[in-house]
């Protein structure tokens, strides 16, 4: 997208508002409901009425309330607006919402790297807590390996933005990403759909859903998705892949009106090749009698989605993800309800990362992570009928996260051409527990003013376990040694939020809020000595936030706008140095330092509308304005000529925007036919801490289309679409070691892809 087609998304947008906003005024003493929030609302068609946008609930503030009614920047997708979004898993989100950076993270099939306003997780290390909180029906997920979701199974999708420091889990600082997956209700329903693409691609889904009993009822949910994969070697092996399976099966018992338990089990497989990136910068190999000599040039033209790796074909990356929850919720009284939520998980990984994507041993690693956690919480919620809401709640985490890894690089060294083999193995235990009290109040202390305070205490206590043994080969066998230690720290943190709300009309609410997040501190998870053990401090960060919600009388146009600023210290930043480069042999080290001060300004927009008959225009746009107030790098003291190593913020592209159209046609008795399409923008993104060129994406725009046919008795559904319409290529996610061999490797979006989805309900 060019500025001026930017600029002219903006005005539209800004217009409807505007009518919106012109509507409410006239008609404030009309009774109407308030309207949804989704950043692509449905529209409502009864018989004898005019198209509507649909009312969105969410539970952004754990209760169900209209979205236009919480004064929180969010986002909601129902089944519908998934369907138009194309979204086959959690990163399809991806340019749909202002200001969040959602993409399959770091070499790794299964894990999801996320973005809100800047603020994330920048390295996929598991001694890390994600930047970005992902909840599926209100449960915790610690790790972002196993978040890249299917939404095969979802109900709604909820992304709040800005630090939810109160109410949520383990606290995040960016923000949250809340699915919900299907409940089984009173009645019988079931659905099959298969998709078949290119690429190989074929997809089968079943739901089904039945009462047992007059207080029972259960549910399945099964899919496969299979594709060959979009990378090939020069040997024609095929990377990039997709084999996964995932059931899920719900049981809701609802013996009376006050009672309501949920049972939940799921259970995920995956068994696919590597995911390879290309080298973006040359590859180094350092000659201990002679010196560096380049090892591979990366070609100068655009990437052709052919790469190497040094393991075999077999060494993939292997996934089992299963949970179980329970979730009981009673109403004691018409102002109180008690619920509580438990759960288990366990997540077990078996990787092959080829971190240089190419045919040389410089950094290939293999992890095989064995994590599980057990999280229980209480909630209290109290409501007076009229004026005053109050929820309070404790919340406890205990989570082991064990792993195995082995580096390899047999070639980053030679002594006189001839090889030097190395090896490392790493065995590490990270235990954490997590402690928290929390309570928030809501009050309308006038008519039309309500006032809301929250507070949440968190003591986060971690173990850590690590064991590394080297192994050279001759001449440096004299190097190999062990090297083991053992820490433990707590961090606490006070969390509180504020804000005042004013509903200036049934249609037109201001806001405004102050909010602090904190994620916890850890430990450096890449210390292979003693000089390099460490502890890191916590992130905080302070948003404070400004907005608008607004529709009209008449349920066709809804504008929402904010603005906010954030002050972020503590910044957990990943570096890669060489200790000793005079040395005959360098040491290389990863660091984790607290080294930076940020300043975010932002605006977000999210605009829809019902144009004509059978007409959807939808818009979100976003800008921030991410930069450091300081960075304090020991490398850039050593050596001012990297000053510029940290000139930008990674995953902070300063314009996000989408705008997004659809014209439903009515067949009569035969149906419905919705053809539709979107536009996405995203401005230039750096994606490693250290700013490499080699690691940024230019500015770049992509383009979808869609077609969906819906049988007049419902029970047919076909939908073809392609993404990336014009087949660009654009970086996604990069690996930063340059301290080994040069590292700079970067991770492509997919080319342009087709499919047809078949889905029949009974």
Do not use: C
């Amino acid at each position: 997208m060019k500025r001026k087609h930017l600029s002219l998304a903006i005005a539209v947008v800004l217009n409807l508002s505007t009518v919106a906003y012109a509507n409410d005024v006239a008609d404030a003493n009309a009774a109407a409901d308030p309207q949804a929030a989704s950043a692509t609302p449905a529209a409502t068609n009864a018989p004898g009425s005019e198209a509507r946008l649909d009312t969105v609930t969410v539970t952004a503030r754990r209760r169900e309330e209209s979205a236009q009614k919480v004064p929180v920047s969010v986002s909601a997708f129902g089944q519908e607006d998934l369907a138009e979004l194309q979204a086959h898993t959690v990163d399809s989100l991806q340019g749909a919402v202002p200001n969040l950076n959602i993409v399959e993270g770091r070499g790794s099939s299964s894990a999801v790297n996320a973005f809100i306003r800047g603020i994330g997780q920048p390295d996929a290390l598991q001694t890390f807590d994600p930047g970005v909180g992902i909840y599926v029906d209100d449960v915790y997920y610690s790790r972002i390996q196993g978040a890249l979701f299917n939404m095969f199974d979802v109900s709604q999708v909820e992304v709040l933005r800005g630090p939810q420091g109160t109410l949520y889990g383990k606290n995040s600082t960016g923000g949250a990403i809340k699915i919900e997956t299907r409940e089984p209700g009173d009645h019988t329903e079931a659905s099959v759909g298969v998709t078949i693409g290119d690429y190989g691609r074929v997809e089968t889904q079943f739901y089904g859903a039945t009462p047992l009993s007059n207080t029972v009822s259960a549910s399945v949910a099964a899919t496969t998705s299979d594709n060959n994969g979009y990378v090939r070697d020069n040997a024609g092996n095929k990377y990039n892949d997709d084999g996964t399976q995932s059931i899920r099966g719900k049981i809701v018992w609802h013996p009376s009106d006050t009672f309501k338990g949920v049972f939940s089990l799921d259970y995920t497989h995956q068994n696919n090749a590597l995911t390879l990136g290309t080298p973006e910068a040359p590859l180094i190999q350092t000659d201990l009698a002679t010196g560096a000599r380049v090892l591979l040039t990366p070609s100068s033209g655009e990437y052709d989605f052919r790469s190497n790796t040094s393991f075999n074909p077999n060494q993939g990356q292997k996934l089992v993800h299963k949970g179980a929850s329970a979730v009981f919720t009673w109403e004691l009284s018409p102002s109180w309800t008690i619920k509580s939520i438990t759960a288990y998980r366990k997540l077990d990984t078996a990787a092959f990362i080829d971190i240089d994507a190419s045919q040389y041993q410089l950094g290939d690693v293999f992890v095989g992570l064995k994590q599980s956690q057990l999280s229980q919480e209480f909630q209290a919620q109290y409501d007076n009928g009229s004026n005053f809401h109050a929820t309070y709640g404790l919340y406890y985490l205990n989570e082991k996260v064990p792993s195995t890894q082995y580096a390899f690089a047999n070639d980053l060294f030679t002594l006189a051409t001839a090889p030097v083999g190395f090896l490392r193995s790493i065995n590490d235990d990270l235990n954490t527990k997590s402690y928290a009290a929390f309570a928030q109040a809501n009050w309308e202390f006038v008519p039309t003013w309500t006032v809301t305070g929250g507070l949440r205490y968190t003591d986060d206590s971690k173990d850590y376990d690590r064991t590394t043994s080297t192994f050279w080969t001759a001449p440096l066998t004299s190097l190999n040694g062990t090297f083991a230690f053992n820490t433990s720290k707590s961090f606490d943190a006070w969390t509180p939020s504020v804000s005042l709300q004013k509903a200036f009309t049934d249609h037109v609410m201001g806001y405004v809020s102050a909010n602090r997040g904190f994620k916890s501190g850890g430990f450096n998870g890449r210390a292979n000595s003693a000089a390099e053990e460490s502890t890191y401090n916590p992130e905080y960060v302070w948003t404070y936030e400004a907005g608008f919600k607004t529709s009209s009388d008449n349920g066709k146009l809804l504008g929402n706008i904010s603005v906010f600023h954030s002050d972020y210290r503590d910044f957990q930043a990943r570096v890669s140095e060489i200790t000793n480069p005079a040395a005959p042999i360098p040491t290389f080290a990863f660091p984790v330092l607290n080294a930076a001060k940020l300043s975010m300004d932002g605006i977000e927009f999210e605009g829809v509308a019902l144009i004509g008959d059978g007409n959807r225009l939808s818009t979100q746009i976003g800008y921030l304005n991410a930069k450091y107030d300081e960075f304090n790098d020991p490398r850039i003291a050593l050596t001012p000529a990297l000053a510029h190593l940290h000139d930008h913020v990674p995953f902070a592209p300063k314009v996000t925007a989408r705008v997004a159209a659809s014209h439903t046609f009515t067949l009569g008795d035969s149906g419905g036919l919705t053809f539709g399409g979107d536009v996405s923008y995203r401005d230039t993104t750096w994606l490693s801490v250290d700013n490499r060129d080699a690691l940024s994406q230019k500015a770049y725009t992509l383009v979808g289309l869609y077609g969906i046919y819906d049988s007049a008795d419902q029970h047919w559904q076909i939908q073809a679409g392609v993404r990336n319409l014009t087949d660009k290529v654009y970086k996604t996610d990069a690996q930063e070691f340059s301290s080994v061999g040069n590292i700079q490797t970067a991770y492509f979006g997919l080319p342009r892809n087709y499919y047809v989805t078949a889905r029949y309900n009974f």
